[in-house]
């Protein structure tokens, strides 16, 4: 069973930067394909982030491109994002999600972690 960790979270300035960090135990890293997903209040949870096994392919949401950057390190099983330029637009929890590959959903998603950016 995968266990996923965030960290990172806060409150911010607008045009501020965050970096999120995701620690996971419990499976082979490498072969999960990870993300992060982010919920505000009142609004359904969205996808933010998404990042292959190896790095090589990575997908953004239209909202967050040239902003976020997702990254992976699979010798230390972690994936972070990197959020420049951050808007009011952005505040919600962040959660950190992963899926083996082949598979249509995310099977694991950490506790989420809260990022707050103030105008």
């Known amino acids: 069973q995968v266990q996923l960790a965030e960290s990172g979270g806060g409150l911010v300035q607008a045009g501020d930067s965050l970096r999120l960090s995701c620690s996971a135990s419990?499976?082979?890293?490498?072969?999960?394909?990870m993300g992060w997903f982010r919920q505000a209040p009142g609004k359904e949870r969205e996808f933010v982030a998404g990042?292959?096994?190896?790095?090589?392919?990575?997908d953004y949401a239209d909202s967050v491109k040239g902003r976020f950057t997702i990254s992976r390190d699979n010798a230390k099983k972690t994936v972070s994002l990197q959020m420049n330029s951050l808007k009011s637009e952005d505040t919600a929890v962040y959660y950190c999600?992963?899926?083996?590959?082949?598979?249509?959903?995310?099977?694991?998603w950490g506790q989420g972690t809260q990022v707050t950016v103030s105008s």
């Open positions: 419990g499976g082979t890293f490498s072969l999960l394909a």
């Open positions: 990042i292959s096994r190896t790095g090589g392919t990575t």
């Open positions: 999600v992963g899926r083996w590959v082949g598979a249509q959903e995310y099977n694991y």
